[in-house]
Nanobody, 124 residues
Framework: VQLQASGGGLVQAGGSLKFSCRAP????????LGWFRQAPGKEREFVSS???????DYADAVKGRFTISRDNTKNTVYLQMNRLKPEDTAVYYC???????????????????WGQGTQVTVSS
């Protein structure tokens, strides 16, 4: 399944962006849905995840600025990013987990399906 992500782009520091990511043809209402990012020269890192019940988790770097949500009727996960900083510049990926295990939500290897990656550039 190729997830379809939209959003992202270029924004000034302090601005906002919103991502959406849809899983076409697949019901993901019981899966953990996540967002990861990878900056140039760095490893991919966890950003946020949401369980089927709506329980959420955030990386410390984005806590209080980013909000993850989901619409199970649309098989879609969203990431609202506010008060963006230059250090948020990265390629962002959405993902669907394999085992429906929120306990391993920050582990990228537990995600089975990934979006194509969307660039976010925050200028200072």
């Amino acid at each position: 399944v190729q997830l379809q992500a939209s959003g992202g782009g270029l924004v000034q520091a302090g601005g906002s962006l919103k991502f959406s990511c849809r899983a076409p043809g697949r019901t993901v209402s019981r899966n953990v849905l996540g967002w990861f990012r990878q900056a140039p020269g760095k490893e991919r890192e966890f950003v946020s995840s949401i369980g089927w019940s709506g329980i959420t988790d955030y990386a410390d770097a984005v806590k209080g600025r980013f909000t993850i949500s989901r619409d199970n009727t649309k098989n879609t996960v969203y990431l609202q990013m506010n008060r963006l900083k230059p250090e948020d510049t990265a390629v962002y990926y959405c993902a669907v987990d394999r085992d429906r295990n929120f306990g391993r939500r920050q582990d990228g290897t537990q995600y089975e399906y990934w979006g194509q990656g969307t660039q976010v550039t925050v200028s200072s």
